[in-house]
Nanobody
Framework: QVQLVESGGGLAQPGGSLRLSCAAS????????MGWFRQGPGKEREFVAGNEWIRNTTYYADSVKGRFTISRDNAKNTLYLQMESLKPEDTALYYCAKGRDQYVSIYTTNYHYWGQGTQVTVSS
């Protein structure tokens, strides 16, 4: 069973940057889609970014397009989310997730392994 562990969250100022990592243990996420989701206070969990292994294609929510970059290192079993130009509305608990298949989906039900989340707070 895959275990996913996120790290890299913290406090950032508006306009700042953070890099999140998601390490997979006891398994691999090669061949599967991987995604980043976030859940802000009082909000539902929402799709942020996804990566398809087979074509290395990336997808982003409109709210983060041009500011966030998802990438993966299959040799290290690690997924990354580089976040630039952070805004207060990016404040949330960020989760990485492994897809049920190779295709990126914006729906949480299409992912069957989740990390515990890492908190990102953007505030001056």
């Amino acid at each position: 069973q895959v275990q996913l562990v996120e790290s890299g969250g913290g406090l950032a100022q508006p306009g700042g940057s953070l890099r999140l990592s998601c390490a997979a243990s006891r398994g691999t996420f090669s061949y599967y889609a991987m995604g980043w989701f976030r859940q802000g206070p009082g909000k539902e969990r929402e799709f942020v970014a996804g990566n398809e292994w087979i074509r290395n294609t990336t997808y982003y929510a409109d709210s983060v397009k041009g500011r966030f970059t998802i990438s993966r290192d299959n040799a290290k079993n690690t997924l990354y989310l580089q976040m630039e130009s952070l805004k207060p509305e990016d404040t949330a608990l960020y989760y990485c997730a492994k897809g049920r298949d190779q295709y990126v989906s914006i729906y949480t039900t299409n992912y069957h392994y989740w990390g515990q989340g890492t908190q990102v707070t953007v505030s001056s």
